[in-house]
Antibody
Framework: QVTLKESGPALVKPTQTLTLTCTFS??????????VSWIRQPPGKALEWLAR???????FYSTSLKTRLTISKDTSKNQVVLTMTNMDPVDTATYYC??????????????????WGQGTLVTVSS | QSALTQPASVSGSPGQSITISCTGT?????????VSWYQRHPGKAPKLMIF???NRPSGVSNRFSGSKSGNTASLTISGLQAEDEADYYC????????????FGGGTKLTVL
């Protein structure tokens, strides 16, 4: 059974750095083809893809946010960590982590998320 | 990359069918057969309902079906049930170098 769970501060101040942790079970990020992404949803707005880390430690970032984001993994702990610098009230959102895959058999990426966490609400306010 | 366009809300009575649309552009929905749909109940993790436009993951009811025409994808739920009441989100590959996706704003389904 695959599960993911996000954790981190519920409240951060403007200009601070946000650190979120995604702890997962039921799969390993050392397994070829596994990928974990971070996605957020500001209140009343659309979901927005933020970043992804792959089993081989390749990392990808949203073009609009790449200067502020860092994604990393700790395979031994089954965790993926996202840091976002210089937080602003517009970054107030529910942050999700979700699993996606690269299909080793076909050699193609899949463009959907088969498992998600419940999300964690982060409010940016002084 | 702009968000995909979904109606804010749809409603239907038990047993009826409803369709939720998801409109993008030729650079996303219209350009690739990589549209997916997610169901989210309040406080719960989003659940994958449809992937690659028409495919259902194992365990998802066959009352859920997907389709696409041009730049618009659709999710149809037949035989509406009370437990179908949830938010639904579409997503599409954007063809970008980062292999990322764009999402819709979400549609609130109310079962009357």
């Amino acid at each position: 059974q695959v599960t993911l769970k996000e954790s981190g501060p519920a409240l951060v101040k403007p200009t601070q750095t946000l650190t979120l942790t995604c702890t997962f079970s039921g799969f390993s990020l050392s397994t070829s083809g596994m990928r974990v992404s971070w996605i957020r949803q500001p209140p009343g707005k659309a979901l927005e893809w933020l970043a992804r880390i792959d089993w081989d430690d390749d990392k990808f970032y949203s073009t609009s946010l790449k200067t502020r984001l860092t994604i990393s993994k700790d395979t031994s702990k089954n965790q993926v960590v996202l840091t976002m610098t210089n937080m602003d009230p517009v970054d107030t959102a529910t942050y999700y982590c979700a699993r996606t895959r690269y299909d080793i058999l076909t050699g193609y990426s899949v463009f959907y998320f088969d498992y998600w966490g419940q999300g964690t609400l982060v409010t940016v306010s002084s | 990359q702009s968000a995909l366009t979904q109606p804010a809300s749809v409603s239907g009575s038990p047993g009826q069918s409803i369709t939720i649309s998801c409109t993008g552009t030729s650079s996303d929905v219209g350009g690739y057969n990589y549209v997916s749909w997610y169901q989210r109940h309040p406080g719960k993790a989003p659940k994958l309902m449809i992937f690659d436009v028409i495919n259902r993951p194992s365990g998802v009811s066959n009352r859920f079906s997907g389709s696409k025409s041009g730049n618009t994808a659709s999710l149809t739920i037949s035989g509406l049930q009370a437990e179908d009441e949830a938010d639904y989100y579409c997503s599409s590959y954007t063809g970008s170098s980062t292999l990322d996706v764009v999402f819709g704003g979400g549609t609130k389904l109310t079962v009357l």
